[in-house]
């Protein structure tokens, strides 16, 4: 199993383009999650999704969209990309959040200048 | 609203050394608790989980408790080594939507 992998690893935008983060997970897990750590802070969830068709918004969804066509994928669009959406994105993913632990991508490193 | 908090930000011990890693949380309805491990420039990985009705979980040299009447967790490390130095964070599930909250992490340095 490849777990939960994150494309691409690293981008670098100038203000006001679009991109789309991929995240896909091969574990048919239902619950999905894209996280932003920025520097010496926690991660603060974006957006979430319990199952395909669903999705929710997080703590900091402002900026942001995502879709769940599919189980395996949770793809996050980024639209009129801001200097403050410079950060490290994280996709994670679980099976039930009330008894399974977390599974972490390895991450995409964004620059906005 | 629940809040997460690790306190010291940063420690530094020598090897061999056991340690001890603490979490916080302001409100005690927890479903469960986690302990992640963070590399630099890398993903989080789960080490620990622990429901919120048990008061520890083991794995190696790494144990981890859970208070929930006081709102405290640890995370003991026997035996510190350089290969344990990591930022480490805890997350609590307080049932809401299926997110969990995060601390802001320890980073940890493990002196040889």
């Known amino acids: 199993n490849a777990g939960v992998t994150q494309t691409p690893k690293f981008r670098i935008l100038k203000i006001g383009q679009s991109m789309t983060l991929q995240c896909t997970q091969d574990?048919?897990?239902?619950?999905m999650y894209w996280y932003r750590q920025d520097p010496g802070m926690g991660l603060k969830l974006i957006y979430y999704?319990?199952?395909?068709?669903?999705?929710d918004k997080g703590e900091v969804p402002n900026g942001y969209n995502v879709s769940r066509s599919t189980t395996e994928d949770f793809p996050l669009r980024l639209e009129l990309a801001a200097p403050s959406q410079t950060s490290v994105y994280f996709c994670?993913?679980?099976?039930?959040?009330?008894?399974?632990?977390?599974?972490f991508g390895s991450g995409t490193q964004l620059s906005v200048l | 609203k629940q809040e997460v908090t690790q306190i010291p930000a940063a420690l530094s011990v020598p090897e061999g050394e056991n340690l001890v890693l603490n979490c916080s949380f302001t409100?005690?309805?927890?479903?469960?608790l986690q302990w992640f491990r963070q590399d630099p420039g890398k993903g989080l990985t789960s080490l620990l989980l622990?429901?919120?009705?048990?008061r520890e979980q083991t794995s190696g040299r790494l144990n981890a408790s859970l208070d929930k009447s006081s709102g405290r967790s640890t995370l003991y490390i026997a035996a510190s080594q350089p290969g344990d130095s990591a930022t480490y964070l805890c997350?609590?599930?307080?049932?809401?939507?299926?997110?969990?909250?995060f601390g802001q992490g320890t980073e940890l340095s493990v002196k040889p």
């Open positions: 994670a993913s679980n099976p039930s959040p009330s008894n399974e632990k977390l599974f």
């Open positions: 574990m048919n897990h239902n619950y």
């Open positions: 999704s319990v199952g395909a068709g669903i999705t």
């Open positions: 409100d005690s309805a927890i479903y469960n």
């Open positions: 622990i429901q919120s009705s048990q």
């Open positions: 997350a609590v599930f307080d049932g809401m939507g299926g997110k969990l909250i």
